[in-house]
């Protein structure tokens, strides 16, 4: 698998909440988290971003232990600091201290210097009939893109 094929995405994301601005940062990362992040082995479920003390961390990202990890392996649920400059920071806490609203990553990708990058969105949290118009909107384009497709 290229580095460019890494894309792991948090598919519940875009479902359960609507996403305004988005930011791209930085993920503070040992040796073996990044081999097993290129290796394709992550997961975003149940993952939430928090600020503390000026600083973002992302809360319940798992990447998986490294197979050809030794005893220097990492742990694979830990807290991990995100790099935003301090105005995205701001931005952030003002959007986040509103009710309703939170920090979601939505994606884990590598840029093309082979750096690890993560995706975060402001989103709002969606109520049930907002889910149902989403659902209802998805089938209509599939059917649409099906109609034009025959």
């Keep these: 698998m290229n580095a460019k094929d890494i894309n792991i995405k948090n598919k519940k994301a875009r479902f359960d909440y609507e996403i305004g601005d988005t930011y791209t940062a930085g993920i503070v990362l040992t040796g073996t988290e990044i081999k097993s992040l290129r290796d394709g082995r992550a997961s975003l479920v149940d993952t939430y971003c928090l600020i503390e003390n000026g600083e973002v961390w992302v809360k319940g990202m798992n990447i998986s232990e490294y197979s050809f990890g030794s005893y220097n392996n990492h742990v694979a649920r830990r807290d991990r600091k995100l790099l935003l400059n301090r105005k995205e920071i701001a931005k952030l806490q003002k959007a ?3 009710p ?5 990553p939505l994606k884990v990708f590598i840029n ?13 949290g969606k109520k049930q009939y907002d889910k149902r118009q989403s659902i209802r909107e998805r089938e209509d384009k599939r059917n649409i893109d099906r109609m034009f497709k025959k």
């Design 100 to 104: 309703g609203y939170t920090i979601v």
């Design 112 to 124: 093309d210097r082979g750096l690890a990058k993560m995706l975060i969105g402001v989103g709002r």
């Design 96 to 98: 986040a201290e509103d």
